[in-house]
């Protein structure tokens, strides 16, 4: 699952990046800078995902740990 998700995310930033550098080079800075607010937000919800994941498994791991002792 996290493998998947990190290739995901690394296309989709080598998309953006590709993309910014052309708006860039053909003088369009406006979409350039709308890309870059879109490539922030996603990153963004991607982060909260992972650290939800992150924290359900912390979660599972002291319960089974309480269940230990």
């Not at 296309?11 to 879109?38: A, C, N, P, R, Y």
């Amino acid at each position: 699952m996290e493998l998947n998700d990190l290739i995901r995310i690394a296309g989709i930033g080598l998309v953006i990046g590709i993309l910014h550098v052309f708006f860039e080079q053909t003088g369009k800075k406006d979409f350039s800078f709308f890309l870059f607010i879109f490539a922030y937000l996603y990153i963004t919800i991607e982060l909260l995902r992972f650290l939800k994941v992150f924290f359900v498994e912390i979660s599972a791991f002291f319960e089974w740990l309480a269940m230990a002792l």
